[in-house]
């Protein structure tokens, strides 16, 4: 035998010991008569750490002592899954640990809560919530009686998962350290009192993504920050119609989650502005983030905490941001500023296309016509799919919608466009935009003299 198939040979009869003596467990995988009549909520903490990322080890209720890798000095974040109707296991559990694993030396623990979730009656799945609160509640007891600080758990609940996270804060009366919650499910808690679904008072700090309060998500505020992703409907690139089967309706509340780990992988970042209202937020009213201080606006997602202070005094924020159809989702943010000198108002809509180093981006503001009077500022919110490091050309369209009515031009004295993040401005004056016609030319940096 060659001494490479002998060294072969051995790495083989190596890891299949290892295999043997480090069994790796797997999310409960249920079928549809499993569904049917689960009633043993059996609830399974799979560990995962930097040691073994690949390989969850299941953990005892009551004996740490079996798991050497379950340091209880780190940070622990819970992954809470939410209803599984069908019995199978989320298709982003594993990318879900990996991700924050990446991110952080830390314990990951997946709460397989299966048994009580997947279940086709709703009502059923809603009442083993409380189950699965108080099965999660006695484990972090006995972590906190083990060394564990409170302040270093880290709750993250998808749809029922969210408020089986505020359960279990509410249980140890809000002294974990933070609850993160991504869609929180809406049916059968919208009118709750507080003490029957995810609140403020329930951690910390508490964080919350809305993604689909038109369907299965939560409408109203629930944490110390609200973000609202596309208004929290409608989310770019999910079907709009129900042909287009089952991800019709799991597609805005499932999105939630992939917003949140573009935010863990720092993929890019998306700066949530507080406002009253989407429509308040999309004509551009809401771009002030003076009340944040010197960081600004706060960025949604695992990296929100560096506002953790300012926004436990201000109480809750309610705040918006728009997202792009996949990942990255971020969109990139500029203020726009139309003065024109026409004699007569106009009404209509602005296409705006930046250019630079081989790539283009283009935002179109549509969601409303927008009036222009002669020497009045117009100010309009755009957000472009990515951010162009440096603008060579810009193209500018005005439209009006009316087909049967004359073209009509826009005399545009000045417009100005600032980046909202990195605060550079880029003006151009004396433009004639023909309806419907696209005009390209070269920005100038903005003077401040200029009118």
């Given at each position: ?48 750490t ?67 979730a ?12 409380y ?18 600080s409170?302040?270093?758990i ?88 129900i ?16 917003l ?10 998306s ?175 903005c ?5």
């Amino acid at each position: 035998m060659f001494l490479w198939q002998y060294l072969l040979t051995l790495l083989l009869l190596i890891t299949v010991q290892i295999c043997k003596a480090q069994r790796c467990e797997e999310f409960t995988d249920l079928n549809l008569s499993h569904a049917f009549i689960g009633t043993n909520l059996n609830v399974r903490l799979l560990l995962y750490t930097r040691e073994n990322v690949t390989c969850a080890a299941l953990v005892s209720h009551t004996n740490f002592s079996s798991h050497p890798q379950f340091n209880l000095s780190r940070r622990t974040a819970f992954i809470i899954h939410g209803y599984r109707p069908t019995g199978s296991p989320p298709g982003w559990i594993q990318k879900f640990s990996d991700m924050l694993l990446d991110r952080e030396d830390m314990n990951v623990i997946v709460v397989d809560w299966n048994y009580g979730a997947a279940n086709v009656n709703y009502f059923k799945a809603v009442e083993n919530t409380y189950k699965a609160a108080d099965n999660l509640t006695a484990f972090i007891k006995i972590m906190q009686e083990n060394g564990a600080s409170l302040n270093s758990i880290h709750l993250i609940g998808v749809s029922l998962g969210a408020h089986i996270a505020g359960f279990i804060g509410a249980n140890l009366n809000g002294s974990i350290g933070r609850i993160t919650g991504l869609d929180a499910a809406g049916p059968l808690y919208t009118g709750n009192p507080p003490e029957k679904r995810l609140d403020p008072t329930d951690a910390q700090f508490v964080d919350v993504l809305h993604t689909d309060i038109d369907g299965l998500g939560f409408r109203e505020p629930l944490g110390h920050i609200d973000f609202y992703a596309n208004g929290g409907t409608d989310q770019p690139g999910c079907p709009k119609t129900i042909f287009s089967g089952s991800s019709y309706f799991k597609c805005d509340h499932q999105r939630s989650v992939m917003l949140f780990l573009d935010s863990v992988d720092r993929t890019c970042t998306s700066r949530g502005f507080p406002c009253s209202s989407y429509k308040d937020f999309l004509n551009g009213n809401c771009l002030n983030c003076e009340v944040f201080g010197a960081e600004g606006c706060p960025v949604f997602g695992y990296d929100v905490t560096k506002w953790r202070d300012v926004l436990l005094k201000l109480g809750q924020t309610k705040t918006y941001f728009n997202t792009n159809k996949v990942s990255p989702y971020c969109t990139t943010s500029y203020r726009v500023e139309v003065m024109i000198w026409n004699q007569d108002v106009r009404w209509g809509y602005i296409t705006v296309k930046l250019h630079g180093n081989g790539k283009e981006t283009v935002a179109t503001i549509n969601h409303r016509a927008s009036q222009f009077q002669k020497f009045t500022e117009t100010k309009l919110f755009a957000q472009f799919d990515k951010d162009l490091q440096s603008v060579k050309k810009m193209s500018l369209k005005f439209s009006t919608g009316n087909v049967l009515k004359p073209k009509y031009k826009l005399r545009v004295l000045r417009i100005r466009l600032t980046h909202l993040e990195r605060k550079e401005s880029l003006c151009r004056y004396d433009v004639i935009l023909e309806e419907n016609k696209e005009v390209t030319f070269r920005p100038i940096p903005c003077e401040d003299s200029n009118f």
